[in-house]
């Protein structure tokens, strides 16, 4: 039987154009795929963004739509292009221009997980390559795809929060505005992906929920965030960074007792963003631009 490739939340009647997207906080790992990685299990989920699915599960109780991937981020990573195919691990794949992405391994079929360790013992077919698109990220990106044109439809603009997680080494050495490092990075694409009014108002409901932020460094946002992110054309998208440290124990990626409370302010963000758009305080923002 195939597994499916999405989970939709939705809520009874949303409130405004905002959606929520979880691309790797899939954890269903085929077990062929486990058994043919010189990886451990543990260490296949070293990438994925654990249990952020979880954390913004609040978000359909308050008029929110959220999609989450059921695909690891090892297997298929749904923040990647269809066509960011690595042609040092798909056969039949010629090589192009520079991709940065792929030269590291990071490709929509990844060749390696955190800390550049490998996936598979070699080279994988061009065609299990296609199927694991077929079955994974061409549907889940045409949800997307529904839900955001719906949202838009209904509203007249739309925001997308793509929700992901962090190692903390990542923001360890940076600096907020209050001297501490981030506990959550926004990335717009500096800028290019959300209009500035509209970020600081998501940046202020972040940190009225009590979460240190900074935008854009280290993550700018991936490719989700740049293919949605259209300004001027009432499509708004933000990237969302959650350090791991916050909710879990990033060694044995258990949940930390932590976990409820980061997932009530996160909801307390998730709730100020609907207001913040129910009272038309970012639609006046996008006219501005």
């Not at 994925?48 to 008029?63: I, R, S």
């Not at 490092?181 to 009225?208: N, W, Y």
Request: proline share 8%.
């Amino acid at each position: 039987m195939k597994r499916a490739a999405f989970d939709l939340y939705e809520p009874e009647k949303p409130r405004c154009g905002l959606v929520l997207s979880s691309p790797h906080s899939g954890r269903d790992y085929p077990a062929e795929f486990i058994a043919q990685s010189p990886l451990s299990a543990r260490a296949l989920r070293s990438s994925e963004d654990a249990f952020v699915d979880l954390l913004f599960q609040d978000a359909p109780g308050l008029g929110v739509p959220l999609l989450t991937a059921r695909a690891p981020r090892a297997y298929v990573d749904l923040n990647r292009g269809a066509d960011e195919l690595d042609p040092a691990l798909i056969e039949g794949v010629k090589r192009t221009g520079l991709n940065p992405r792929l030269s590291s391994g990071l490709g929509v079929i990844p060749r390696v997980v955190a800390g550049g360790r490998v996936i598979h013992p070699g080279r994988i077919s061009r065609a299990e390559a296609d199927e694991r698109l077929s079955r994974h990220w061409h549907p889940w990106h045409k949800k997307l795809s529904e839900v955001m044109a719906a949202q838009r439809s209904r509203f007249g603009q739309v925001l997308l929060l793509d929700c992901h997680s962090m190692p903390h080494d990542a923001v360890s050495h940076l600096r907020s505005c209050d001297g501490e490092p981030p506990e959550i990075v926004l990335g717009d694409r500096h800028g290019a992906a959300c209009a500035p009014q509209v970020m600081s108002k998501i940046e202020g409901a972040f940190r009225t929920a009590g979460f240190r932020t900074s935008r854009n460094i280290p993550f700018a946002g991936a490719w989700i965030t740049q293919t949605w992110g259209r300004p001027q054309a009432g499509c708004h998208a933000i990237q969302v960074e959650i350090d791991r440290s916050l909710y879990m124990e990033e060694a044995s990626l258990t949940p930390r007792p932590e976990f409820d409370e980061v997932r009530a302010r996160l909801a307390m963000a998730v709730g100020t963003v609907v207001q913040i758009l129910r009272q038309g305080d970012a639609p006046r923002a996008l006219a501005a631009e």
